[in-house]
């Protein structure tokens, strides 16, 4: 289980995906449902959210 400890993360976020959206912002996906999740608008990539190809 992925979780928070001090300045970094102990383990990968299971359950989610994340891929380039055509904004060029990376999306976030629910690997079991499919569904988007969050998008993020601040630029870069989500942290310890394993990418889609």
Same mark, same amino acid.
């Given at each position: 289980?992925?979780?928070?400890?001090?300045?970094?993360?102990?383990?990968?976020? %299971? #359950? $989610?995906?994340?891929?380039?959206?055509?904004? +060029?912002?990376?999306? @976030?996906?629910?690997? *079991? %449902? #499919? $569904?988007?999740?969050?998008?993020?608008?601040? +630029?870069?990539?989500? @942290?310890?959210?394993? *990418?889609?190809?």
């Amino acid at each position: 289980m992925a979780g928070n400890s001090g300045n970094h993360r102990d383990g990968a976020v %299971t #359950g $989610r995906s994340q891929f380039k959206g055509p904004n +060029g912002n990376y999306i @976030k996906r629910d690997t *079991k %449902t #499919g $569904r988007f999740m969050d998008q993020k608008t601040s +630029g870069g990539k989500f @942290k310890g959210v394993r *990418k889609e190809k």
